[in-house]
Nanobody, 114 residues
Framework: RLVESGGGSAQPGGSLRLSCAAS????????MGWYRQAPGKECELVAS????????NYADSVKGRFTISRDNAKGTVALQMNSLKPEDTAVYYC?????????WGQGTQVTVSS
């Protein structure tokens, strides 16, 4: 199970930090990712991090603004979002994947507007 928290509203240029807590599976064996889906748009991968945290990948649209991190001891993954833009408005989902197994959170809304 994955449970996201930390969504909400922010002004352009502001920051939000999303967190995702895992339970019920071997968190450290899974690649973790954050996805988002804006109204009328397809779901897109925002950022991902490998099992050890040694490799991260970001969508071009968030590079330099968002940072993904994980704490395997606590079973959590976070997404620090800085310099937020209105186009970052979306429902953000936490995902865990290992081979053919995939676990999704329920999503958390992020709204960026002035």
């Amino acid at each position: 199970r994955l449970v996201e928290s930390g969504g909400g509203s922010a002004q352009p240029g502001g920051s939000l930090r999303l967190s995702c807590a895992a339970s019920g599976f071997d968190f450290s064996s899974y690649t973790m990712g954050w996805y988002r889906q804006a109204p009328g748009k397809e779901c897109e991968l925002v950022a991902s991090i490998t099992q050890s945290g040694g490799t991260t990948n970001y969508a071009d649209s968030v590079k330099g603004r968002f940072t993904i991190s994980r704490d395997n001891a606590k079973g959590t993954v976070a997404l620090q979002m800085n310099s937020l833009k209105p186009e970052d408005t979306a429902v953000y989902y936490c995902n865990a994947v290992r081979f053919l197994m995939s676990v999704w959170g329920q999503g958390t809304q992020v709204t960026v507007s002035s």
